[in-house]
């Protein structure tokens, strides 16, 4: 059946625009920033092969299914799915999926608009000189003052709030396409220049070595719940992002192609920042599981020993910061749709109530960095339970049931007219990945790391034998 919705938000005003959109969406600290410190923490090579495999077994299907979702429904997640369950004859509950991909963005974008800040405040430390000929322990001192100072951090976390809700408020779709279509290839271009010096560091077979060579021994259960989890938080699945931006995408689009080609562009990105850091980390003796201060800790060395450092050193941070908000943007995306839809709030002012409320949530994590680093819950601080919620819990659980939602409840009519890759292979491989291999790679992984499969094997076992 045709569905010839139009969205209240108006359109993309061509497919270029919503790959530029979405990849502005995908890449982000993601990429930069967590990538590198999470294969750093899991041992390398394998967790890598893992992520690839989830990337593509997992991550391209469910944004195609995201896609489709959004560009049926044309609305916020939350109606999204209310209407679409309705008109598939199921439960109007299914947008409880919407809602808690609503409480995904806040509790994400207030951690994320503090990492964020920590890249604005890198600007002016670069551009001011402050990295020329810094040691190790330079580098680890200027990061410590920063994370130890709440008042500085809750400055730049304002700050960056501030420029997302600016953004937010005036609509995504003015101004994001032309930002993006000249921060990405900027950012691709300084990141080749950091390749440049990683090569030169005299440790880059080391660092290749240790991203590209599996070693399953160093492989846990919870390593492949993180490969997951960053899976989709990289492609911004399972909360509702890439679903609002699907829903402004234009009916004859193709949904697969533009799915692949947002999946590859940020796993470039992601492989080169962990190309260029893990030179760095192991020529300077640095630890790979230094966590998330890894970048910080290591790309001021470099920008400190090459020919012009301070400049490319700030351009980097600035292209960074314009990264991260392009991300931001979209991770509030849905709650803002769904107040202006539901509500009939002005956009100005939906972003400003959003706005505020991740804003007083991510005082938690700048205070879990310096006065609350003590205070713990299950040995996590602040942030660690926001990051361990959200990762490897809601953004795989959300993934889950969007994919059960398009394979199992969607008619196939409806998602062959969605996709509009025919009814052949094409299609049938989608299918399949959704309806069976993504669902129950999150199920096992979820088992195995609950401690559940080793107990429902047993209970197979007891049973026919
Ligand atoms: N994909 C972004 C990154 O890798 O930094 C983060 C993100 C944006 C996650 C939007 C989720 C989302 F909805």
Redesign the pocket.
């Known amino acids: 059946m045709t569905v010839r919705r139009t969205s209240m938000h108006g359109e993309w005003s061509s497919r270029m625009a919503f790959i530029l959109a979405a990849t502005g969406?995908?890449?982000?600290?993601?990429?930069?920033?967590?990538?590198p410190y999470i294969t750093g923490e899991n041992g390398g090579g394998a967790f890598v092969l893992v992520y690839l495999l989830c990337i593509a077994l997992i991550g391209v299907p469910i944004m195609m299914a995201e896609v489709l979702l959004g560009r049926r429904g044309r609305q916020s997640p939350i109606n999204t799915m209310r209407t679409l369950a309705t008109e598939e004859g199921h439960s109007p509950l299914w947008q409880l999926l919407g809602w808690a991909?609503v409480i995904?963005?806040f509790l994400?974008?207030s951690f994320?608009s503090v990492i964020a800040g920590q890249a604005l405040a890198y600007i002016v430390r670069a551009a001011g000189g402050l990295f020329t000929g810094i040691t190790v322990a330079d580098s680890k001192q200027i990061y410590a003052a920063l994370e130890s100072d709440p008042e500085r951090l809750l400055a730049w976390h304002t700050l960056f709030m501030a420029m997302t809700m600016v953004v937010v408020a005036r609509g995504v779709k003015s101004g994001l396409e032309q930002a993006v279509r000249f921060l990405m290839p900027g950012l691709l271009i300084m990141m080749l220049v950091l390749l440049g010096y990683a090569m030169s560091t005299g440790a880059f077979a080391q660092a290749m070595r240790f991203l590209f060579r599996p070693d399953f021994t160093a492989l846990t259960w919870n390593a492949v719940l993180t490969a997951m989890g960053q899976a989709?938080?990289?492609?911004?699945?399972?909360?509702?992002?890439?679903m609002v931006y699907g829903s402004y995408l234009p009916k004859r689009t193709s949904i697969a192609q533009t799915s692949i080609t947002i999946a590859v562009a940020?796993t470039m990105v992601?492989l080169l920042a962990g190309m260029v850091i893990f030179p760095i980390v192991f020529i300077n003796g640095l630890e790979p599981t230094a966590g998330p201060s890894l970048v910080f800790k290591t790309l001021p060395i470099a920008f400190g020993q090459m020919w012009g450092g301070p400049f490319f050193g700030a351009l980097f941070f600035l292209l960074l910061s314009f990264?991260?908000w392009t991300?931001?943007i979209?991770?509030i995306?849905?709650a803002v749709a769904w107040m202006v839809e539901n509500h009939g709030m002005s956009r100005a002012k939906a972003a400003v109530w959003a706005g505020a409320i991740t804003w007083v949530l991510g005082l938690g994590t700048v205070l879990s960095f310096n006065l609350w680093s003590e205070v713990t819950l299950f040995g996590k601080t602040f942030f660690g339970v926001l990051d361990y919620l959200t990762f490897n819990v809601m953004?795989p659980l959300g993934g889950l049931f969007i994919a059960v939602f398009a394979a199992w409840l969607m008619s196939r009519r409806s998602t062959v007219d969605e996709l509009a890759i025919g009814d052949g292979l094409g299609y049938e491989t989608w299918r399949f990945l959704v309806r069976f291999i993504s669902p129950a790679a999150v199920i096992i992984v979820f088992l195995y790391v609950l401690g559940l499969l080793p107990l429902i094997s047993k209970v197979f076992e007891a049973i026919f034998t």
């Open positions: 969406s995908a890449v982000g600290l993601g990429n930069i920033w967590r990538f991909g995904s963005g994400i974008l994320y989709f938080f990289t492609l911004s699945l399972g909360m509702g992002a890439i940020d992601a990264a991260a991300s931001a979209s991770l995306e849905p953004l």
